[in-house]
């Protein structure tokens, strides 16, 4: 079981746009982000989110140090 795949997301921010302006996008265009400058990143995996963090540079590469990690339902890790 350790061994299967899962798709983990890190969501730097959310939106909601319309169609219209999504066929609109060209490149250097900008997106306001529901999220607010700073703000942690959820890491998801199946849309379930499992810990926030923020972005690091670890020598050339990004990379996300975790700041809490959230237990799973019916759980309490402190």
């Not at 995996?45 to 670890?58: D, S």
């Amino acid at each position: 079981m350790l061994d299967v795949p899962c798709p983990v997301d890190f969501v730097l921010g959310t939106a909601i746009v319309r169609v219209r302006d999504c066929v609109q996008f060209a490149p250097n265009s900008v997106v306001r982000l529901r999220q607010s400058a700073g703000a942690d990143l959820e890491v998801r995996a199946g849309g379930v989110v499992l810990a926030t963090g923020e972005v690091v540079m670890v020598d050339e590469n990004v990379g996300l140090r975790l700041n809490k990690v959230t237990p799973p339902a019916g759980q309490d890790l402190s």
